[in-house]
């Protein structure tokens, strides 16, 4: 994409065409909720048409996108209050978020629903998103170092929650 000082509307639309699948599926992991995820990558993209001309086209532009999303996320979670009352929307039948068959990525997938906020969003966009350290930590606006540590509990975090899982698993299947 060319990234120019202003965009026109076929740029745009090239734009949204390139990115709207990747944040909408960050913006339901990080909102939980797929009415806030929408209203989150709307704005992002009115955002980011309104803005563009403060973008650097010297930087990679994911991470500027996504740091948009991310702050749109959390603006419109604060908004909306706490956002452990939403019903936890159904991610394990959710195309969007997997493109894998395996019987063992709903597991993940709802380990990571699980998780903090301050671990589950790093571990989203290094993982899922392919994000460095660096561009997490310009992302959330945080120290590379809290990224590392964050990503570190998380992973440990993640790595317990899926031990439980499978441990209930084997349970389940014993008392049968």
């Given at each position: 994409?060319?990234?120019?000082k202003?965009?026109?509307?076929?740029?745009?639309?090239?734009?949204?065409?390139e990115?709207?699948?990747?944040?909408?599926?960050?913006?339901?992991?990080?909102?939980?909720?797929?009415?806030?995820?929408?209203?989150?990558?709307q704005?992002?993209?009115?955002?980011?048409?309104?803005?563009f001309?403060?973008?650097?086209?010297?930087?990679?532009f994911?991470?500027?996108?996504?740091?948009?999303?991310?702050?749109?996320?959390?603006?419109?979670?604060?908004?909306?209050?706490?956002?452990?009352?939403?019903?936890?929307?159904?991610?394990?039948?959710?195309?969007?978020?997997?493109?894998?068959?395996?019987?063992?990525?709903?597991?993940?997938?709802?380990?990571?629903?699980?998780?903090?906020?301050?671990?589950r969003?790093?571990?989203?966009?290094?993982?899922?998103?392919?994000?460095?350290?660096?561009?997490?930590?310009?992302?959330?606006?945080l120290?590379?170092?809290?990224?590392?540590?964050?990503?570190?509990?998380?992973?440990?975090?993640?790595?317990?929650?899926?031990?439980?899982?499978?441990?209930?698993?084997y349970?389940?299947?014993?008392?049968?």
């Open positions: 994409m060319n990234h120019k202003s965009l026109d509307k076929h740029s745009f639309q090239e734009l949204y065409k990115h709207a699948n990747f944040a909408i599926r960050s913006a339901m992991v990080i909102t939980r909720n797929p009415e806030l995820a929408k209203d989150a990558v704005e992002t993209f009115i955002r980011v048409y309104r803005n001309s403060s973008y650097d086209a010297n930087l990679p994911e991470p500027w996108l996504y740091r948009i999303l991310v702050n749109e996320c959390n603006r419109l979670l604060k908004k909306e209050g706490n956002m452990r009352s939403y019903p936890q929307p159904n991610l394990e039948n959710d195309e969007r978020l997997s493109t894998s068959s395996d019987g063992n990525a709903a597991d993940l997938i709802e380990a990571i629903q699980n998780l903090e906020d301050l671990y969003i790093p571990l989203i966009l290094k993982y899922i998103k392919g994000f460095s350290e660096k561009e997490i930590s310009d992302i959330l606006e120290n590379q170092n809290t990224v590392k540590s964050r990503l570190y509990k998380g992973r440990q975090n993640l790595r317990q929650l899926l031990e439980m899982t499978e441990q209930e698993a349970l389940n299947e014993k008392h049968r």
